[in-house]
């Protein structure tokens, strides 16, 4: 399978345990982003990657979240401390941006996140 | 900035009828546009997209959606209906030319297919 993966993708967590989410990206894609989206919304935009550069994060993630590409590959989402808040679904997606428009963004399947 | 509204949060159609799922948008550069369907416990699925080339675009599964830039819309439309459509879709706007660097979505609209 050559699309975007993500582990684990279901994880059920006691509040205030750590939780690391895993994304691989399709391989020639330089770009990786981060969504989380909840029950009945839309994804929200969460941070983004060009290579190993984190180039933008959303007001969304607070300093119990951290987000790193250490060598352009794959990427890891950790949350800290979680909170029974932090319960969604969390989306990773990558692209190769050309010049111009019409890049597809490519979808994993996400990664469901339940705090109890 | 850019925006994406979508009109309906819930459309609901028979078997075998014409599908309309609608989808506004507001961007301040020429946009591209994606429409991505996401059955339950999923990931999100791309149906089809508009990159400035021909206004009305085709995708995968009978879909098409059409560009009207004088009405800042990208309406969803399939002739026919089935079962399995049953599932939310995704206006997305992205903005890739300029300083806004991530896609927008609409809040999605979840269709019911109707036997």
């Keep these: 399978d050559t699309g975007v993966s993500q ?110 | 900035a850019q925006s994406v509204t979508q009109l309906d949060s819930h459309v609901s159609v028979s078997e075998g009828t014409p599908v309309l799922l609608r989808c506004n948008y507001s961007s301040s550069y020429s946009p591209s546009l994606f429409w991505y369907v996401q059955h339950p416990n999923k990931g999100l699925q791309l149906l089809l997209k508009y990159t400035s080339a021909a206004t009305l675009v085709k995708g995968i599964n009978g879909f098409e959606a059409e560009f009207k830039k004088s009405e800042t819309s990208f309406h969803l439309t399939k002739p026919s209906a089935h079962m399995s459509d049953a599932a939310e879709y995704f206006c997305v706007v992205s903005d890739l030319s300029g300083s806004a660097r991530q896609l927008t979505f609409g809040s999605g609209t979840q269709l019911t297919v109707l036997p």
């Excluded at chain 1, 690391?20 to 990786?32: A, G, M, Q, V």
């Excluded at chain 1, 984190?54 to 909170?83: V, Y």
Aim: positive net charge; contains cysteine; aromatic residues 12%.
């Design chain 1, 7 to 116: 582990d684990p993708r279901h994880k059920i967590t006691k509040r205030g345990q750590n939780v690391t989410f895993r994304c691989d990206p399709i391989s020639e894609h330089n770009r990786l982003y981060w969504y989380r989206q909840t029950l009945g919304q839309g994804p929200e935009f969460l941070t983004y990657f060009q290579n190993e550069a984190q180039l933008e994060k959303s007001r969304l993630l607070s300093d119990r979240f951290s987000a790193e590409r250490p060598k352009g590959s794959f990427s890891t989402l950790e949350i800290q401390r979680t909170e029974q808040g932090d319960s969604a679904m969390y989306l990773c997606a990558s692209i190769t941006p050309r010049t111009g428009y019409g890049n597809t963004i490519y979808f994993g399947e996400g990664s469901w996140l339940t705090v109890v």
